[in-house]
């Protein structure tokens, strides 16, 4: 059967369309790190323009009606750069610095908010799909190619793009032509176009759950074939149990409503019970096992974590520290505290503020996206992706790389719209 043919048809679609599958040109122009942002705030100004000039007399199906949730994180992202400035008065850092740190805060946590408020656009969720699933089909052949040339002892060249001119850590603009990093003790370990292994995990998750939308069979499991390849790749063992996880608490969300999946769960759940201790061991056998496949990293996560908890309450309990210092103490390699954990980070870098305005929106969307998600379509693909950042955000700062994973965000921001229009249209029927 030959695949259905879409095509975008509008130019916020265009620039979606076409910024998806020229991923890896993009990558080579070392310009992800300048375009997205450019891209969320272009779209974003594009959305405000149509919503500030629609009249009373605008039909509904063109009408932006925008979501309280995109409005709180909105607020929320606001607050967030807020506490970023008062961290930096109370170090007493510079004018300079300040810039600096709200560049990066423009670069990384504004997308939560500007990608959300971009998909009231007319932007058909199909695009997205297709052109996931030609970028994962893209990343297949490419992880072929990076296998080969890992098996072959090509050597590595990579190059920093002007773009860093820009401003910004050299990592976010290094390109190395998509061959891995060459530790053959490790193993092969992919990057692709990603600056780190987990990072290319995690958007690989996130567009596993895009591809899996695609109603064409072929381009879906194209899709789905390619994410998974990346996520392997990757060997980042979130990446790895993310996927399954995911999909099992997205069918549970569904069906747990049913008698025949309560009666089964009760009925688990007894058997559970009898056989507690046994389970007890067989997790923590589990647990070892997965400490044992990277125990360096175990190690070192766990050290970063309860040093930065212990400088963050000791410290800067309510504003935080405002700044990620380059190097971390030499006990745990020089890694910088603040890292390897988004709410541990966002606690060192924002204090309990900062928490706040990040974890606030992030569970009142968990908690719409389930409620959601029996009745309206769009959800189960949103809760899918947020699952996804939930999953991530206990072993990376989720918000440092939400300049790949974007897509997500934006199809975040068309399950909001079309949940809000379906409740106005409801209103509507009601008051006939």
């Known amino acids: 059967m030959k695949p259905t043919a879409i095509a975008p048809q509008n130019l916020p679609e265009k620039l979606v369309w076409y910024y998806i599958i020229n991923i890896y040109v993009i990558y080579l122009l070392g310009g992800h790190y300048i375009f997205a942002p450019v891209l969320a705030s272009f779209l974003a100004f594009c959305a405000v323009k149509q919503w500030w000039n629609q009249s009373p007399i605008t039909p509904i199906r063109q009408k932006i009606i925008i979501s309280p949730l995109v409005w709180l994180w909105i607020i929320a992202m606001l607050i967030m750069e807020v506490a970023l400035i008062i961290g930096h008065i109370n170090w007493e850092l510079s004018i300079g610095q300040i810039l600096k740190s709200s560049l990066y805060w423009y670069r990384h946590w504004a997308l939560f908010a500007l990608f959300p408020l971009s998909g009231y656009l007319n932007i058909r969720p199909q695009i997205i799909y297709r052109a996931v699933c030609i970028f994962c089909l893209q990343g297949l052949i490419l992880t072929v190619i990076c296998y080969i040339g890992y098996i072959l002892h090509v050597p590595r060249f990579d190059y920093v793009s002007p773009f860093q001119a820009f401003g910004g850590d050299e990592l976010y603009y290094r390109t190395n032509f998509l061959f891995p990093e060459p530790n053959y003790e490790e193993g ?18 996130v567009f596993f759950f895009l591809a899996y939308q695609e109603t064409d069979q072929k381009w879906r499991w194209l899709g789905m074939v390619g994410a998974i390849a990346m996520a392997i790749g990757s060997l980042s063992r979130m990446a790895i149990l993310c996927i399954p996880l995911v999909l099992f608490l997205i069918w549970l969300s569904i069906y747990f409503v049913r008698i025949e999946v309560q009666l089964g769960a009760s009925l688990m759940s007894f058997i559970l019970g009898i056989w507690s201790s046994t389970l007890i061991d067989w997790i923590k056998n589990i647990q070892q096992q997965f400490h044992r496949l990277r125990p360096s990293s175990s190690n070192a996560r766990a050290a970063i974590r309860h040093m930065t908890l212990n400088r963050w309450w000791t410290e800067a309990p309510v504003w935080g520290h405002g700044i990620v210092l380059s190097k971390g103490p030499a006990s745990i390699g020089h890694m910088p505290l603040g890292t390897h954990h988004a709410w541990y980070g966002v606690l ?34 949103g809760l899918s992706i947020l699952l996804v950042l939930l999953t991530f955000s206990f072993g990376d700062n989720i918000e440092q790389i939400a300049y790949l994973y974007w897509p997500g965000l934006l199809i975040l921001g068309i399950t909001f719209k079309e949940n809000a229009n379906q409740l106005v249209l409801n209103k509507r029927l009601l008051t006939i």
Do not use: E, S
């Open 348 to 381: 060192y870098l924002h204090g309990l503020v900062g928490l706040c305005a990040f974890a606030i929106p992030f569970v009142c969307t968990l908690v719409n996206l389930v409620y959601q998600v029996r009745t309206a379509p769009m959800a189960k693909v």
């Open 188 to 205: 092969f370990r992919l990057t692709l176009f990603a600056p780190w292994a987990p990072a290319l995990g995690l958007v690989a998750d």
